[in-house]
Every structure is written in structure tokens, then in C-alpha cells.
């Protein structure tokens, strides 16, 4: 059974840093594109980042361009985002996420192709 374990969160200044980490278990992960989302309260969640299983090619969220960057490591079976400049609109509970078909060719951006989530990070930017 995957398994997707977020850490990282917590509390910041904007304007500041965190580092968001996401290990899985479970079945093979350099095979799997993998995914960043949030939700913040009242909202829908919402596409943040994304990378493919080589790890070449990723796509964002326009709101979190030039501010975002996620990579991966496959030797480590984890997933990383990193989040500078952090602004109060990125609170979020920050959920990772796994595809659920091997070797896709391009980018997952939608909630319904990622077929596995953990159970999120707390993130909240303070004004």
C-alpha cells in the first residue's frame, strides 16, 4: 500500500522560507509523477506543483511561479517543496500526492490522474 508522509510545516513571517518533504513507501517511486496541493479553509484544493517521474519537467501554479520549487530524490523516495517569499495567501494545509499511472509523459496537474495523498502539512504565513 503507498504510503505519503508530509513534514515541514509550520509558521512563518512573509516574506520567509520553508521547506516541505514528502517520503513514501509503498511501491517503486522513481516510476510516479508527484504532486504538491493545497486547500486553504472555505476553499477547494487546488493544484500547486508538479514533477514528473525522471524528475525533467514540472509545472506550477501561476500563483506560486518564481516563488516555488519542487524536486525530488528518488534514491531517497521523497519529494521536497521548497516555498520562499512566502505570502499570508499560501495558508494551506499542503497536501503531497503520488500518480497513479507509471511512466506518464508529461506533467499531472488535475487531482483526479494522482491517485494516492497524505494527510497534509499545516502552513500558515503571518502578515
Known amino acids: 500500500q503507498v504510503q505519503l508522509v508530509e513534514s515541514g510545516g509550520g509558521l512563518v513571517q512573509a516574506g520567509g522560507s520553508l521547506r516541505l518533504s514528502c517520503a513514501a513507501s509503498?511501491?517503486?517511486?522513481?516510476?510516479?509523477?508527484m504532486g504538491w496541493f493545497r486547500q486553504a479553509p472555505g476553499k477547494e484544493r487546488e493544484f500547486v506543483a508538479a514533477?514528473?517521474?525522471?524528475?525533467?519537467?514540472?509545472d506550477y501554479a501561476d500563483s506560486v511561479k518564481g516563488r516555488f520549487t519542487i524536486s525530488r530524490d528518488n534514491a531517497q523516495n521523497t519529494v521536497y517543496l521548497q516555498m520562499n517569499s512566502l505570502k499570508p495567501e499560501d495558508t494551506a494545509v499542503y497536501y503531497c500526492a503520488a500518480d497513479s499511472l507509471s511512466y506518464r509523459g508529461v506533467v499531472p496537474v488535475t487531482t483526479t490522474t494522482f491517485g494516492y495523498w497524505g494527510r497534509g502539512t499545516q502552513v500558515t504565513v503571518s502578515s
Open positions: 509503498g511501491r517503486t517511486f522513481s516510476r510516479y509523477a
Open positions: 514533477i514528473t517521474w525522471r524528475g525533467v519537467t514540472t
